[in-house]
T-cell receptor, first 110, second 112 residues
Framework: GIQVEQSPPDLILQEGANSTLRCNFSDSVNNLQWFHQNPWGQLINLFYIPSGTKQNGRLSATTVATERYSLLYISSSQTTDSGVYFCAGEAQGGSEKLVFGKGTKLTVNP | DTAVSQTPKYLVTQMGNDKSIKCEQNLGHDTMYWYKQDSKKFLKIMFSYNNKELIINETVPNRFSPKSPDKAHLNLHINSLELGDSAVYFC???????????FGPGTRLTVL
């Protein structure tokens, strides 16, 4: 099956800083998604981004499908951005199964 | 309005017992899933149903049995619970297989 590698595994920021989280896939994927798991455990879908760039407020994501990676940008970070960010994708060939990375744990300090 | 709901939120039980977790979605999605998140936060799919039909059944012990009475519900029944079953179980739904998934709040299962 496909391997999903996220970097960095841990990230500590001061409020107001910008950051970039990366997700690499071992093979081509469909249906790439980014999720945020807040400190209370809730998983929120941030982006469905199989290719291209999308923006939602202070967050944006870019997927370069041909090079098998995706980036999540967080600008002007806030303490509420803390949590674990996961990317997930489905192997091409129609497995219809999302495979998750191990996540990036982000801590934003006031 | 809760999009994907699960009950119960917490479940503490003894080894060997049988328990069920219920999931309902009001998004009108065709596909529903069960995921397991272990103590290291790793998320892994267990089952997926599309229009009430099982389409993904990962390597999960047959003590775990999903049931989808209709498109809006996907329940998980676990027989003969073991210590290693302790985890957070998430239900999710999407418009179709693999598409943008929306997760429920999770059920934290603790087996003593």
């Amino acid at each position: 099956g496909i391997q999903v590698e996220q970097s960095p595994p841990d990230l500590i920021l001061q409020e107001g800083a910008n950051s970039t989280l990366r997700c690499n896939f071992s093979d081509s994927v469909n249906n790439l998604q980014w999720f945020h798991q807040n400190p209370w455990g809730q998983l929120i879908n941030l982006f469905y981004i199989p290719s291209g760039t999308k923006q939602n407020g202070r967050l944006s994501a870019t997927t370069v499908a041909t090079e098998r990676y995706s980036l999540l940008y967080i600008s002007s970070s806030q303490t509420t951005d803390s949590g674990v960010y996961f990317c997930a994708g489905e192997a091409q060939g129609g497995s219809e199964k999302l495979v998750f990375g191990k996540g990036t744990k982000l801590t934003v300090n006031p | 309005d809760t999009a994907v709901s699960q009950t119960p939120k917490y479940l503490v039980t003894q080894m060997g017992n049988d328990k069920s977790i219920k999931c309902e979605q009001n998004l009108g999605h065709d596909t529903m899933y069960w995921y397991k998140q272990d103590s290291k936060k790793f998320l892994k799919i267990m089952f997926s149903y599309n229009n009430k039909e099982l389409i993904i059944n990962e390597t999960v012990p047959n003590r775990f049995s999903p049931k989808s009475p209709d498109k809006a519900h996907l329940n998980l029944h676990i027989n003969s619970l073991e210590l290693g079953d302790s985890a957070v179980y998430f239900c999710a739904s999407s418009p179709g297989p693999g598409l943008a998934s929306h997760f429920g709040p999770g059920t934290r299962l603790t087996v003593l």
